[in-house]
């Protein structure tokens, strides 16, 4: 079975600069999961959905962060215009039906904001 | 607010050196606390979930312990593949499936 795939893998961009990230879930997945970790923290989870919808969004800073998942399988992670504190690595996770039980990670994307 | 320790920040051992992790947490309510494994370059791998105060669960050199107020991580007879940043998380109690608090987690080095 095919894990979480994410891309890029590594991204360096200057302060005020967008950015996207995209996540292709685990087949069959319904839940999908944002996650930010920053260097010696652990994730912090971004926004939520279920299928094309949002269950939890509450720790997303929305004036620069969007995300969607528009068919309910893949997603895209934005910011715009990206700071400095926003240097971290972006994980996406799926799971089947939304248990924490079954959620399984992709290897992250590696975000360096100069 | 909720609130998870790990501690130590790092540990190094020896191969075949026993040791534990520590894992506090102040939350209203426990839902669940859950254990993962993270290596370099790659996203957390689920390890154990813990639902009430006296529950250990075992997966070969790992076994995982609960209180009403830590989790342990035991590792016994460790290997060099052992070697990883171990994260616990809790899922406080809630009308929803409500989303996992992390701790900063503790590197585990071991050294053959």
């Known amino acids: 079975e095919a894990g979480v795939a994410q891309s890029p893998r590594y991204k360096i961009i200057e302060k005020r600069q967008s950015v996207a990230f995209w996540c292709n879930p685990i087949s069959g997945h319904a839940t999908l999961y944002w996650y930010q970790q920053i260097l010696g923290q652990g994730p912090k989870l971004l926004i939520q959905f279920q299928n094309n919808g949002v269950v939890d969004d509450s720790q997303l800073p929305k004036d620069r962060f969007s995300a969607e998942r528009l068919k309910g399988v893949d997603s895209t992670l934005k910011i715009q215009p990206a700071k400095l504190e926003d240097s971290a690595v972006y994980l996406c996770?799926?799971?089947?039906?939304?248990?924490?039980?079954?959620?399984?990670f992709g290897p992250g994307t590696r975000l360096t904001v100069t | 607010e909720d609130q998870v320790t790990q501690s130590p920040e790092a540990l190094r051992l020896q191969e075949g050196e026993s040791s534990s992790l520590n894992c506090s947490y102040t939350?209203?309510?426990?839902?669940?606390l859950f254990w993962y494994r993270q290596d370099p370059g790659k996203g957390p791998e689920f390890l154990f979930t813990l639902y009430s105060a006296g529950e250990e669960k075992e997966k070969e050199r790992l076994k995982a312990t609960l209180t009403k107020k830590e989790s342990f991580l035991h590792i016994t007879a460790p290997k060099p593949e052992d070697s990883a940043t171990y994260l616990c998380a809790v899922q406080e109690t809630g009308f929803g499936n409500e989303k996992l608090t992390f701790g900063t987690g503790t590197r585990l080095t071991i050294i053959p």
């Open positions: 996770a799926s799971s089947f039906d939304g248990s924490y039980l079954e959620q399984y």
């Open positions: 939350v209203s309510g426990l839902r669940g």
